[in-house]
């Protein structure tokens, strides 16, 4: 399952400060699998804050699935870079905690996050602690707590920042692999031209001050096309 994202004539400004976004039009389709590249400032967390219902537009609209966001709802899921365990709760405790406003009950809870475990690859780690599970580990965790609710949009802030290239590219390949399995419309927010370029079937380039689009490209499939990869550098480093 999955839903269509719109922004529409989506602005944000924090407090009483300049907007940070310039009113933005964007269509997300339902299971489409999207990158939001730019550099640090752009407003691509800003713009997934909106989507997730962290962040109030200042003008115009997020919808999901052609209703209004006004808050988070389990139907989106977040993932950050930094993964916000629990320390004190196993792999498991974390998942099963995360759908407690689901009003599952306890051995539905059990069931769900065990199946989302074992989807990650993470069905032996299920009773460590973070602690005890390495960076890509807890981020396994992290994407299973997010997929355990089922979300019909997943909303990834550079969540394989923070990992060694190895680990990173696998991580990548699991996306993948649950993408095409699930169906899920993904936005993922990345600074890396190449990230994006691997996972994503559309790239859209953020850059100036306030925020804007300054690129949208779809991306074919198949080995990355070192053309697309020049032309969507130009766009980065425009001013
Ligand atoms: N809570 C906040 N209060 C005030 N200003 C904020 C807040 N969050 C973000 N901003 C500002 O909004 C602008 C866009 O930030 P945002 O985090 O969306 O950019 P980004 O492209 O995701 O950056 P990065 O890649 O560094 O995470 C920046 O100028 C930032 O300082």
């Not at 997934?48 to 109030?56: C, N």
């Not at 200042?58 to 629990?86: D, K, M």
């Not at 299920?126 to 396994?140: D, E, I, T, V």
Request: charged share 20%.
């Amino acid at each position: 399952m999955s839903l269509e994202v719109r922004l529409e004539g989506l602005s944000v400004g924090y407090g009483a400060g300049a907007p940070v976004l310039e009113p933005t039009d964007l269509v997300f389709p339902a299971g489409s699998f999207t990158a939001l590249l730019g550099p640090s400032g752009c407003g691509k967390s800003t713009v997934l804050g909106a989507v997730a219902g962290f962040v109030r537009p200042t003008a115009g609209r997020v919808t999901s699935g052609s209703v209004p966001v006004r808050e988070p709802g389990p139907e989106r899921g977040v993932v950050f870079q930094h993964y916000a365990l629990f320390p004190w709760r196993t792999a498991l405790g974390n998942v099963e905690f995360a759908l407690k406003r689901l009003g599952l009950s306890r051995p539905e809870r059990r069931e769900r996050a065990l199946a989302a475990l074992e989807e990650v690859g993470l069905a032996d780690g299920a009773r460590k602690y973070p602690a005890q599970l390495s960076g890509g580990m807890q981020q396994r965790v992290a994407l299973a707590r997010a997929l355990a609710a089922e979300p019909e949009v997943l909303l990834m802030d550079e969540p394989f920042g923070a990992l060694d290239a190895l680990t990173r590219s696998r991580m990548q390949e699991l996306l993948r692999e649950l993408w095409r399995r699930r169906g899920t419309t993904v936005l993922f927010v990345t600074h890396d031209i190449d990230e994006a370029l691997a996972l994503a079937g559309r790239v859209v380039v953020l850059g100036g001050t306030p925020g804007r689009v300054l690129a949208d490209h779809p991306v074919p499939p198949g080995p990355p096309d070192p053309s697309l990869r020049a032309l969507i550098a130009t766009h980065l480093t425009t001013p």
